[in-house]
Structures are given as C-alpha cells and as structure tokens.
C-alpha cells in the first residue's frame, strides 16, 4: 500500500492535453523520484517473476522507459513495439484503430522465440487499441503472452474489455 501511494503521489494530472477535454496522466513526475520509479517497475514485474519471462514487449514510447528496467528485473530480453517505419529489419506489422483512423505497431520479425514467454508493458491502458495489436503481434510471432502489465489502466475507458483473453494487471485504477 505504501508503494501504491507512493506511485500514485508521483502522477500528475495535466487538464486538456493533447486536446481540450482529455485528462493527460503524467508519468514524467514518477520518473525522476527513484523510489516512486524503483516502486513501480517492481510492481509492473513482481506478479510475473514466478512463472518466467523470457520477452518483455515495450510499447512505444513510454513502454519503452519502464519496459527496459522491466526487463532487465526479469533476466528477460527486451523487444520495442514502435510505431510503422521506425524499426529496420523485417519487421510484422499489425494495424489498430485511433480515435481519428488507424495505426500500425511494429516488432522485428526475428525478435520473439517461438515458443517464448512474453510480458507485454506499457504506462497506461486507455481504449485497448495499442495493448490489442501488441498481444496480437507477440501471439503472430509464435510467443506466448502470460501477461499485459500497465501502471495505470483509465477505468472509464473499454481497454480491459478488448484484452479479456490476456492476463491483465494494473497497478492503479482510475
Ligand atoms: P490506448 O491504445 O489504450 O487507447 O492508448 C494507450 C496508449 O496511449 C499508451 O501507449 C499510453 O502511453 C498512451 N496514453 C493514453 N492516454 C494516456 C494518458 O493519460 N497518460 C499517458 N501517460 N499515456 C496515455
């Protein structure tokens, strides 16, 4: 409970960004406090130790920050999920909705062991869209999924809803 408060001490909410109405929960605040970080990389990591992870997928750009640490807590290798034509191998592509058209997230196409286990990762769990087409691409590459692990999932939003098939776990609610 201690470690939740002090996570949640660390968010900031910052009114009408990136748009007049949107509610922006900002991590930067939890980042640059090494307790409050220390506190919520353990979190995102600790309900997935027993079971081993060989992968961690981190979601651009955000999943990258705590997915790294994340990682490396797990004795796992990282894969960054990026956004279409940042990465520069082959890659596998999947396509997901945007509230204005759609988008494409990416991995490279050797990155997953098929038959690995693979924890997907990011900051915050909104409409699902992004969680959706990373869970989708691991499971393309031949990885198992065995969790989708985010700080913080917006509770008003359908995101759980679209991930009901993976083991989702949120460290706050809101
Ligand atoms: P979704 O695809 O679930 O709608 O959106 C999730 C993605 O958008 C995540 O990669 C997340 O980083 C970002 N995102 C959406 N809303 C917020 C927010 O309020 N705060 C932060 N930090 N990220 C957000």
């Known amino acids: 409970a201690a470690a939740l408060e002090l996570i949640q001490a660390h968010i900031r909410d910052v009114p009408d960004f990136p748009r007049p109405g949107v509610l922006f929960k900002d991590i930067t605040p939890l980042l640059n406090h090494p ?13 997935f130790r027993a079971g081993g992870v060989d992968h961690v997928v981190g979601l651009e750009a955000r999943g990258f920050i705590f997915g790294a640490p994340a990682a490396l807590a797990l004795d ?8 279409a034509g940042k990465l520069p191998a082959d890659t596998l592509g999947q396509a997901y ?3 204005y058209g759609t988008a494409v997230l990416e991995i490279h196409a050797d990155a ?10 990011d900051d915050v769990l909104a409409t699902g869209g992004t969680g959706r087409a990373a869970v989708d691409l691991v499971r393309r ?6 969790g989708f692990s985010v ?5 008003a939003l359908p995101g759980r ?7 989702l776990h949120a460290l706050l609610s809101v």
Do not use: C
Not at 36 to 46: E, H, I, P, R, Y
Not at 112 to 121: A, F, K
Not at 141 to 146: I, K, L, P
């Open 151 to 155: 700080l913080m999932e917006l509770s």
């Open 141 to 146: 590459a031949g990885g198992t999924v065995v």
């Open 76 to 83: 796992a290798g990282f894969v960054p999920a990026r956004k």
């Open 35 to 47: 307790q409050a970080f220390a506190a919520a990389v353990a979190g995102l990591v600790d309900p």
């Open 97 to 99: 909705d945007l509230e």
């Open 161 to 167: 809803e679209k991930l009901s098939d993976v083991e």
């Open 112 to 121: 997953i062991t098929p038959g690995s286990r693979v924890l997907v990762l």
